[in-house]
């Protein structure tokens, strides 16, 4: 009679597996900033919509075409923020998987390097993805806001 082989987990890998999972904190430390940037221009947007909305119109919307303009452009700029916030925390909450599946593979004594190669792959192209979403609205931002100088008579 045989009994199954007992995997001992030595302290020296819970410690490796603990070495392992900075990178991908560091990673999520960066991407919670990001996102705190993001919301805070998406409540900006959002913010201004309510403004234009609720309130008296400013002198150079009084036109409703220049109103409608302006209001769909924030309408553009809210979904890509709302896109760019997306993929950043689908990107947050791959590297938590790739940190639990680290971990994983520490325990149970298996090979997950695929998959941790794989899912931190698609943490960095979703990353990639919110990025690119937040450039565009940045870019549709400083095309659309244009800033007057008035010049004073003395």
């Known amino acids: 009679m045989s009994s199954a082989p007992v995997v001992v987990m030595s302290f020296g890998d819970m410690t490796h597996a603990i070495q392992l999972a900075l990178a991908p904190v560091f990673l999520l430390t960066g991407i919670a900033g990001l996102l705190n940037v993001m919301a805070s221009r998406l409540a900006r947007i959002i913010d201004r919509g309510r403004y234009l909305t609720e309130q008296a119109l400013p002198q150079h919307l009084q036109d409703p075409d220049m109103f409608h303009k302006e209001l769909n452009r924030l309408e553009r ?41 794989g899912l931190f792959t ?33």
């Open 77 to 117: 700029r809210r979904h890509y923020a709302s896109l760019a916030i997306t993929a950043c925390t689908c990107s947050a909450l791959l590297v938590c998987t790739v940190i639990a599946v680290i971990f994983l593979q520490v325990l149970l004594q298996a090979e997950f390097k695929w998959l941790i190669s």
């Open 122 to 154: 698609a943490s960095t192209l979703t990353l990639i993805v919110g990025l690119a979403y937040f450039l565009r609205e940045v870019h549709l931002a400083t095309r659309t806001v244009r800033i007057q100088v008035i010049k004073h008579l003395e």
